[in-house]
């Protein structure tokens, strides 16, 4: 009301006073306040500018390599997501078109991971892979819960078998379904877990066990089938039913494209529900993700909801209610748009460009890849063990920032600590050319370290050019 006021008598002096009124404008000399509601509004073109100005601080997305999440799409799916913007996809019976792709994508994806009969066809698009892992999670207890109940026995102490190298996604699920994960060590050299230490994690009260197709460490496949094999051997001699769960949120949209031959999929008996992150390799924004089971007896009943109160009555299962419709919409287009031969040449072209990045990285004689070939497009490399150098990875990251990359340092999880990494994850809009500009990038800050190793140790942390 009162800005109304003070802008109706200030707006010729206004228009005739300034060419640029967002940043000329009165509105802008009184502070708004960070960490409460302002009492007055103002112009939506200076919040614009007000908002948008701040966030020049965030990393340029198209240089993050620290992601797996789509950084770039295409204007048509841009412009298609900005038409459905305003499209709420639990209203499923006011939008009964968005439910209908939302369903076409589950029986695509259902397709690709070669269920055993595609009428039973049963998924769900999440908010990612994070909340797909708590309904598949949640599945798996309650099947367990209910395997348990019938033969009598206590279901108070369900435990999970999850790698060491496991998303955080898992140890979530495990601490708020109140699940004692159960840990099984990768260690050097190794990074996924064995097949045996998985079977002698194993008792009745698993619930399942996890096997991520693309870890988040190295990018590796972990051996499903090998798992898949043990677990029935383990199941026939035990008369239990422990069922295998593929975390695939990266690797759920490369294996069916780059190695189709590999099973780990509902291919394989044990296999009961995968996990898919839409907004990896599936190449939509963020967020939209994809829980599989193998079919709709994996899935409980009694963890569906059926609700009424949008008209009609539909099966929901999922954690949030109302949500973003248009990154379904995002992900159908892409799946008739791309087709497998698009998915294929994209996802080629990423695993050309880490291979590149891969060999280059080598060439340099300080760095190695921890795994001698990439499983997907993500490249995880350590300074040479048998080099002395004067700098670290943090360093190295420190430095590649100046430039505007983002590349990560961390160390490796536990059995494997020592070993202090950086990781480049390739996704479609880094092209080869960028990926020449990084290399030419590295190089120059490993001849800085070279001539000037004292003055940037000094600086560390620092670090103003490179
Ligand atoms: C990214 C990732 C997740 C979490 O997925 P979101 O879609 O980000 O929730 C889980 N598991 C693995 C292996 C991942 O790479």
């Not at 108070?156 to 979530?172: F, G, R």
């Amino acid at each position: 009301m009162l800005h109304q006021v003070k802008k109706s008598k200030k707006k010729t002096d206004d228009r005739k006073n300034f060419i640029m009124p967002v940043y000329g404008s009165r509105d802008l000399e009184e502070p708004i306040p960070k960490y409460s509601m302002p009492e007055g509004s103002i112009d939506p073109r200076h919040a614009y500018a007000l908002v948008k100005d701040e966030l020049m601080l965030d990393g340029n997305s198209r240089l993050n390599l620290a992601t797996f999440v789509t950084t770039w799409m295409e204007d048509e799916a841009r412009q298609l997501m900005t038409d459905t913007f305003d499209k709420n996809m639990i209203d499923k019976d006011e939008y009964p078109q968005t439910a209908e792709l939302e369903d076409r994508c589950v029986h695509i994806l259902s397709d690709l991971y070669n269920v055993p009969d595609e009428s039973e066809a049963c998924g769900c698009s999440t908010t990612g892979s994070s909340e797909a892992a708590m309904l598949c999670g949640m599945a798996l207890k309650w099947k367990w819960r209910d395997r348990m109940k019938d033969k009598g026995k206590a279901t108070d102490k369900p435990n999970l078998i999850i790698s060491t190298s496991v998303q955080v996604c898992w140890e979530k699920f495990c601490r708020y379904w109140e699940v004692e994960p159960r840990f099984v060590p990768v260690s050097d050299g190794h990074y996924s877990m064995k097949t045996a230490d998985v079977i002698k994690a194993c008792d009745e009260n698993t619930i399942g066990v996890v096997a991520i197709l693309g870890t988040t460490h190295t990018g590796e496949f972990e051996p499903v089938e090998k798992y898949n094999d043990a677990l029935e051997k383990f199941n026939s001699e035990t008369g239990y039913e422990i069922p295998l769960h593929v975390d695939a949120a990266s690797g759920g949209f490369i294996a069916p494209f780059l190695t189709p031959k590999l099973k780990w999929d509902f291919r394989l008996k044990w296999v009961k529900s995968i996990n898919v992150s839409g907004h990896k390799y599936g190449l939509v924004y963020p967020g939209v993700g994809w829980a599989i089971w193998r079919n709709t007896e994996e899935l409980p009943e009694d963890l569906v909801f059926r609700v009424n109160y949008l008209g009609g009555e539909m099966p929901t299962f999922a954690l949030n209610f109302s949500r973003p419709g248009n990154q379904i919409v995002a992900q159908y287009y892409n799946f008739i748009r791309l087709g497998r031969e698009g998915y294929t040449r994209i996802l080629q072209s990423c695993m050309d460009t880490a291979n590149f990045i891969k060999e280059s990285l080598e060439e340099t004689n300080v760095f190695q890849s921890l795994i001698p070939k990439l499983h997907m497009p993500l490249i995880t490399f350590r300074i040479k063990k048998d080099i002395k150098v004067d700098f670290d990875v943090f360093q190295i990251s420190e430095m590649l920032r100046h430039r505007g990359w983002l590349v990560p340092a961390y160390t490796m999880p536990e059995n494997c600590e020592d070993d202090e990494v950086l990781r480049i994850v390739i996704k479609e809009g880094m092209s080869m050319d960028m990926a020449h500009l990084l290399m030419k990038d590295m190089k120059r800050i490993l001849q800085k370290f070279e001539e000037e190793p004292d003055k940037l140790k000094s600086t560390k942390g620092t670090l103003k050019q490179c």
